[in-house]
């Protein structure tokens, strides 16, 4: 039996009642494509802080923006819609205890939806004028459901590393709806045009309006702004394998 | 006092982290001295890859804000250099600069560049020295 995790709290200074929630997670990796889209998302529907995540594992340093002190990992929440943003990536030491419990307290929540959003590593993304968007779903109901409504092609055979893998997992095991959209992007350059094509599906799926034009004018300003998150992230992902994510599973038969 | 053995699971877990935190205290020095180098001389390392293709060396930069028109791009037998002005409209105009060595000699004369979507691309075939063996 795996040991309860102790090295996670998870705090609401608003208490967040309800059900039926809608989660979605931009916990920083490929190409910072969730971080950047999640916190878009929350930019854009003007979500309110209303928790945040304390680890332990994470190193003792606070974030301060405009003279406001922020808690590193956050929770936003508009209606039944949540986000949760993270400044820092999450050591590859506990990803798989901290998704656990981050799957715990989303579940005690009563969710209808988790989405996950990443990049998807492609080495060929110079060449790329719109990158490609793909959907894995938990289920195959899910899956066909959300072909039905956007046309999104399905993300067939691969690895997913780190959190996003993990949270899908964990939405497997618990029978709780979860899906990852990833967009074809940069490995470890920070890629605004890639998560433009994941709020783009995101808008589709919620039915929001989210015009991407404002996220595509400030791209370059992104991508100086997130330089050092990126360059931390990289080194996140080398603990996590993420390069398995280039590679195809075996197959035998 | 009662004593309790860790299982090896646990062992194994803990050395992981010590092995992770030593790890992040190496790579903290290296993200430090890269801010630091920045601070002194007020010019902006950009993100970069060097990757190896068979006969061709690929190196990309991400250097947002810049022109292809204004990047100086200097490439050597071992070495590529790369000084261009960044500009912001936030943080005003500063300067992107960064000398890679190269683990294989190229040649020099085989470079080709582009800059798209602000990455810098550079292509070059490296210099390969020695003899066609026939294999039996």
Not at chain 1, 79 to 95: E, F, G, M, R, Y
Not at chain 1, 166 to 178: A, H, N, P, S
Not at chain 2, 19 to 43: L, P, Q, T, W, Y
Request: one cysteine or more.
């Amino acid at each position: 039996m795996k040991e309860t995790y102790e090295g996670v709290e998870i705090v609401e200074t608003k208490p967040i009642e309800g059900e039926g929630f809608i989660v979605i997670e931009g916990f920083p990796d490929v190409g910072l494509v969730g971080s950047i889209a999640a916190s878009f998302i929350a930019d854009r529907l003007g979500m309110k802080e209303v928790g945040y995540v304390d680890v332990e594992a994470l190193p003792p340093i606070i974030s301060v923006r405009d003279g406001k002190i922020l808690e590193l990992i956050r929770i936003y929440r508009k209606d039944n819609l949540l986000a949760i943003l993270s400044d820092v990536p999450v050591p590859a030491s506990i990803v798989k205890p901290f998704s656990r419990e981050l799957m715990n307290w989303i579940q005690s929540k009563k969710p209808k939806l988790i989405i996950s959003l990443t990049g998807i590593p492609e080495p060929n993304r110079l060449n790329i004028d719109k990158p490609k968007v793909y959907v894995l779903a938990s289920n195959a109901e899910l899956a066909q459901k959300l072909y039905e409504a956007t046309g999104i092609d399905r993300f067939k055979d691969g690895f997913i590393a780190g959190i996003k893998g993990m949270l899908l997992k964990e939405g497997v095991r618990r029978g709780i709806d979860t899906i990852l959209i990833s967009a074809q992007s940069h490995f470890n350059y920070p890629d605004p045009g890639s998560a433009a094509e994941v709020v783009k599906y995101v808008s589709k799926i919620l039915q929001i309006e989210l015009d991407v034009k404002p996220l595509l004018e400030s791209a370059e300003e992104l991508k100086l702004k997130l330089r050092d998150l990126m360059r931390r992230t990289s080194q996140m992902m080398q603990g996590v394998q993420k390069s398995r994510e280039l590679e195809r599973p075996p197959v035998y038969l | 006092m009662s004593y309790r053995r860790k299982p090896l699971w646990r062992i194994l877990l803990d050395e992981f982290r010590r092995v992770e935190e030593e790890m992040s205290r190496i790579e903290d020095e290296f993200i430090r001295r890269i801010k630091e180098a920045e601070g002194m001389r007020g010019c902006i390392t950009p993100l970069h890859n060097l990757y190896e293709s068979g006969d061709e060396i690929i190196f990309t930069a991400d250097m947002p804000g810049s022109s292809k028109e204004e990047i100086d791009l200097r490439v050597g037998e071992n070495y590529i250099r790369i000084e261009a002005p960044c500009k912001s409209p936030i943080r005003g105009e500063r300067k992107y600069l960064l000398h890679v060595e190269l683990p294989v000699e190229i040649d020099p004369t085989s470079v080709r560049a582009r800059y798209k979507d602000g990455v810098l691309e550079v292509v070059a075939r490296k210099r390969l020295r020695g003899f066609r063996i026939r294999v039996e």
